[in-house]
């Protein structure tokens, strides 16, 4: 699934292109993607001008001056693609602005879209009990000294609820505790002020160096333009079972399951 570096990718893609320009129609290939498409959309898109784009957690949000907002989800394999040279027949809905084709791209189709009231973006029932973004100013030890607070639960899995940090996937956990030295299934009660003061800072830092180098490309995720992502070739955990810690410690990588997903960390040196 394209995690928050993946969006973020595609966002700034997206906004190279669209920002500025006006909707000159938007077609849908098929009724629905995980979800039916917003009932007249088309109408209530065609003549907008697009006049920003902006990403919340792992959503895409596309911002109009008919005080609406498109707000989509890439699900398992979605990707926006510019000006593609071939039709295909997983491009579901295609929006025409600038002299430009943006094709929505699903084979899977988990992912969808919505068009939301731009006033009522917080009210959205994925957005409404979202904590703060992993990159915003939000995002403190302090915040998640007091969510951790009497929590028994492993600390790796409480990143990844949403209520308390919003977009955190799974790859960027494991690289994040890695860069903390914090054992994923510790209980996130007991992690010091200090260890999250390790980890606010590696989880931003390996968020920004994974939108610096376009995102990881794992299976079939490319950026609108068609780009990939080369974060994947810099892993330090992730993946890497039974390889050496980057550390050189004599540490080895191993993997275990946790909450229903492979968790990748070294046993020498995260505690």
Known sequence: MPELPEVETTVRGLARRLHGERVDRLVLNRPDMRFPFP????QRLTGARITALDRRAKYGLIHTDRDDTLIFHLGMSGRWRIDPAEPDRHDHLLLF???RLFALNDPRRFGFVDLVPTDKLQAWPAFAAMGPEPLGADFTPQHLHAAFSGRRQAIKLLLLDQRIVAGLGNIYVCEALWRARIHPGRAA?????AGLRRLVPAIREVLE???REGGSTLRDFAGPEGSLGYFAKQFDVYGRTGLPCHRDDGGAIRRFAQGGRSTWYCPRCQR
């Open 209 to 211: 160096q994974s939108i």
């Open 39 to 42: 009932h007249g959309l088309g």
């Open 189 to 193: 009660g007991r992690v010091s002020l």
């Open 97 to 99: 602005a600038g002299g």
